[in-house]
């Protein structure tokens, strides 16, 4: 098993992050991974850090001499075309061949054209689960364009048949990620990720890149998303989380990599969430360890024992919730409201 | 608790316009949070993260006096950037609850990189 591990980007960050890593002896975690230069492309998630390249060179280095290897996300799944004028593809040429130079192993990408960019680079090339890849048709599309590595779409996480599918489609690697706690088919996901990839970015618009940042009035799809699951909260349960004691599941069918998510929050939440998937095992709310409805954690208390033995129902879950209603069951069983 | 408040404002803008030049302190507020924290913040337009560090103990001074004057212990005082940039878009003292003690100020680094920290009340 190997972790992958979220990083906010500053270097005392990391720092605590292999500290922790080393003084705990967690070897599972492999590599960490932040984001790139909002100068030169947005990201498909909140990003609290501006790197410049010799920011990532020096970390790149301090993470090669702890043996833990650097990935820096490129994701967003928005471009405005840009990718695509002459001026845009100079501009990522020249940003993953400085990325390359800094001595970066991965760089993480959702738009197929960058992947075929980063063809002729030794880093590695992770789709990102922006990309979403959630058949082995398309995962044989990603491998064929030069991926080395996906990460498949969250809301395939418990879909055993599709990811056994997939790793037998193709021969690159596949990882999942563990904590995201969106909703299960989230109708705002792409919504959400091109709102991110415009507003990460510094130039608001690619084509004027002195134009104005977007003044938007507030994080639509977020309110909403929190809102549902206030209101309904088997929309919690119907997430497609893994929990710690869960990934030998996963290993079971041939998948070794582990990715958590959350690289906006903060160092200690990272930490709390690197201990727990190191250890395979949590005790407390299992709210704590997902990443996107923090705000959940103060209103909902699920103990993660509780859940022991659900990974058994949802391995063969049809997902025809009308029919089943196993995960409305559960949440009245193991979903307690906090009592203030 | 008004009075407090238009005053910590009326303060914290005049006090940070004399140290750093033009500067607005649009909105002071003082909030409660569902775990438990509670607070003082200020919106900041003009004030840079280098303006911060240089009159750091200005500005934990002056958090701290008024976020005692709205009755708030300020045991973690910080500064919020625009993610990405240098402009410091909020001033902050908290009291804070005990997970965010661990969560949020429990680390050796800053908690996130938007977030420069002023003041770390020892536990």
Known sequence: MQLIIPHPGHFSALKEIIETKEAEGLKEVEEVYMAGSPEVMGSGRATLHAALIEDIKEQTAYAHQHHVKMNVVLNASCLGGYHLTFEGYKMFEWYFNELNKAGVDGVTVAEPYLIELLRDLPMETVISCVAHVDSPQRAEFFEALGADAITVDTNINRNFKVLEAILRAVNCGIRVIVNEGCLYKCPFRYSHFNLFS????????????????????????????????????????????????????????????????????????????????????????????????????????????????????????????EECRYCDELTSKVVGEIKK | MKKEIGEGRRKLEEELKALTGNLFVPEAKVFEMTCGCVGFTSDLRGLQSDDVEVFKDRINALLEEISKSVGVEPEFVYARKLPGSEEVVTLTARELCERCKREFAGSKAPPRPDIMVLKKKKR
Not at chain 1, 271 to 291: K, P, V
């Open chain 1, 198 to 321: 415009h507003i990460t970015t510094f130039r608001a618009s690619f084509s004027n890149a002195r134009a104005q940042p977007l003044n938007t009035f507030g994080d639509y799809y977020f309110d909403k998303c929190i809102s549902i699951r206030v209101r309904d909260p088997s929309q919690i349960i119907r997430s497609p989380w893994i929990r710690p004691e869960d990934m030998r599941e996963y290993e079971a069918i041939g998948i070794e990599d582990f990715k958590i998510s959350g690289r906006a929050n903060t160092v200690n939440w990272i930490l709390n969430g690197m201990q727990a998937y190191s250890s395979r095992a949590y005790e407390g709310n299992l709210l704590d360890l997902l990443d996107c409805p923090a705000e959940l954690k103060d209103m909902f208390f699920i103990d993660n024992a509780d859940l022991a033995g659900a990974i058994k129902q949802w391995k063969g879950c049809k997902k025809i919730c």
